[in-house]
């Protein structure tokens, strides 16, 4: 390894690049900003909630324009802590949740699960669950709001295993969940870190007081009904508990998980540094030339995001990219694997709260910004050496549809082009009835939110006025056969009333459902098909 070498794999090395999943409301914000906090990114945690009570404000055209900004301006947080450079990918939820949300989850090396103790495993968090195991990365789990009446934490455990089908290993254990915290007895370092609540809702750093197990002055501060609660627990989780295995960890099958209390810093610097130190750096990646080193192969990147600007005045869009391999530098020349074309990378941008840095250096696992004049489609490559072409990005099922056209036939031509290209950019999926033309679409969103950008979209940039027709339509399911040659056609199907036969981009045939009811009692009236979703056709599709 000559000197070049050696420092991209130091820099690598040290790079955790990960996504918080959660719930609303689970406490992502809050847990973001004590890392930021840790991280000495912020002094008084509170700079990343100021912007997020913004985004509760009502939801008007300014509004979904502001949201856009905030995703923009928030992609990626990058911060350092004790040496370690850590890059936290925004997965944007609540109103704004879309495929974006799922696709930032392709650029991610691990995954941080959020889960409000009262509440336990919420929807949310199942769907996004589900994009990680396909991928295969570890998931850190942490409990947060224990600093209130939580759920017992076997049951917790029990649900992670049962709805999730995730094994956790706690790395920490609650004393006092009926809304009477008293702290957490840490495993790993084997000592009773006790909670005091202060006022000031976690905006410093705090240090717990801590005991051995055995101390005989902690009977002073824990009354003996928690001592002994806390040791038949401790017995149990021996007795019963599965013992962390590094390898189980890494391919998502089991979870470290820890307690906390996001709000008052509690278990978060813990967390932070357990998770460094068991999260991947970024590792090799699937290409059609084979498994991408981050270190042995020159610069390689993917695009994973794109965001149009809702400002009309500027047409600017951005290019998220996730370095995959080797160091970038500014300015260097790179081939573009789609249009075979080689592009000069200037004007990088990373991402810090409001502020657009332009980036003179980065290495894999980092996330850029570029500006697209309207080359880049998602999940296309860039590499410095040869053509790498890196696995696709999947799709995401969407959950709501619409019948949508131009209010006026005039403007079929400007209504499709505005189509194209937000299915381009990934923004929704496109679907047509058979035997209806082009002048009417079946789009399908993951987020209701969706329509409105499109309606807004196509106005600005298109002057198409959109009719939307929401359909009560839930959920896609491709029809499938063993054997090809029985492929049923459009109208074939016994369906009755229960479905909306469509074609996708590609003419596969779809049924559009209200309810899984609905698409099993089509499955069992129409003997040989198998009605699959997208993740499972994707799965079933993968070597
Ligand atoms: P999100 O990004 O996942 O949607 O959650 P966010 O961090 O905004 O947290 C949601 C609510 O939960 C917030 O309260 C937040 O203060 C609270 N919260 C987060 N972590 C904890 C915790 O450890 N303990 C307790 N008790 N509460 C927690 P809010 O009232 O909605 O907002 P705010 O008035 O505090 O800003």
């Not at 939820?93 to 103790?117: K, N, P, W």
């Not at 209701?448 to 006025?465: P, S, T």
């Not at 492929?487 to 009755?496: F, R, V």
Request: aromatic share 8%.
């Amino acid at each position: 390894m000559d000197k070049k070498q050696e420092k991209i794999a130091a820099e690598v090395a040290r790079r955790r690049s990960f996504a918080i999943i959660s719930h609303p409301d689970a406490g992502k914000t809050t847990m973001t900003e004590k890392l930021l906090l840790y991280g000495g990114a912020i002094h008084l945690a509170g700079t990343v909630k100021g912007r997020k009570a913004d985004r509760h404000a009502t939801s008007d055209w300014m509004e979904i324009e502001k949201q856009r900004g905030i995703s923009v301006s928030s992609s990626v947080l990058q911060f350092e802590y004790e040496n370690m450079c850590i890059n936290i990918l925004d997965t944007p939820g609540h109103q704004d949740f879309s495929e974006d949300t799922y696709r930032t989850l392709c650029a991610a090396d691990s995954a941080v699960m959020m889960i409000d103790g009262a509440r336990g495993v919420q929807e949310q968090t199942i769907k996004l669950f589900k994009v990680c195991r396909l991928r295969h990365i570890p998931i850190f789990t942490f409990i947060n709001k224990m600093d209130r009446a939580a759920k017992n934490p076997f049951d917790l455990m029990d649900e992670l295993e049962k709805v999730l089908g995730i094994f956790a290993v706690p790395y920490n254990w609650p004393i006092g969940t009926d809304g009477d915290f008293q702290g957490v007895y840490n495993r790993r370092l084997k000592r009773v870190e006790l909670f005091h609540e202060r006022g000031d809702h976690g905006a410093s750093k705090i240090e717990a007081s801590v005991f051995k197990l055995d101390d005989p002055t902690l009977k002073n501060v824990l009354s003996s009904y928690y001592l002994e609660k806390l040791n038949a627990d401790l017995e149990l989780l021996d007795l019963a508990g599965d013992e962390p295995d590094p390898q189980k960890i890494l391919t998502g099958e089991q979870t470290p998980l820890f307690f906390g209390s996001a709000l008052s810093n509690f278990g978060v610097e813990f967390f932070l540094r357990e998770f460094i130190r068991m999260a991947p750096a970024p590792g090799a990646r699937i290409s059609g030339q084979g498994p991408i080193d981050p270190v042995a192969t020159p610069f390689s990147a993917f695009v994973f995001k794109i965001q149009a600007n809702m400002n009309p005045d500027h047409h600017d869009r951005i290019a998220f990219i996730r370095i995959n391999s080797g160091r970038f530098e500014k300015d260097m020349e790179v081939l573009h694997n789609r249009s075979g074309r080689k592009v000069k990378l200037a004007q990088l941008t990373q991402f810090m709260a409001n502020d657009r840095e332009i980036v003179e250096e980065a290495y894999a696992g980092d996330i850029l910004g570029l500006f697209d004049p309207g080359m880049y489609h998602l999940g296309d490559s860039l590499s410095a050496g040869k053509r790498i072409d890196f696995e696709p990005i999947p799709v995401f099922p969407p959950e709501h549809f619409a019948r949508v056209s131009a209010r006026i036939s005039m403007k079929r031509k400007q209504f499709q082009k505005g189509i194209e290209q937000l299915a381009e950019e990934g923004a929704i999926q496109v679907y047509q009835e058979p035997s209806i033309g082009t002048e009417t679409y079946i789009i399908g969103v993951v987020g209701e939110l969706q329509f409105d950008v499109l309606e807004f979209r196509l106005k600005n940039e298109y002057k198409v006025d959109l009719h939307i027709q929401h359909l009560p339509s839930r959920l896609a399911r491709w029809v499938t056969v063993e054997d090809q040659t029985k492929m049923p056609q459009p109208g074939e199907l016994k369906i009755g009333s229960s479905a909306l036969e469509v074609l996708d981009k590609d003419d596969r045939l779809v049924l559009l459902f209200e309810s899984e009811w609905a698409s099993s009692w089509v499955e069992e009236r129409n003997p040989g098909i198998k009605l699959l979703s997208i993740q499972d056709l994707e799965e079933a599709a993968q070597p």
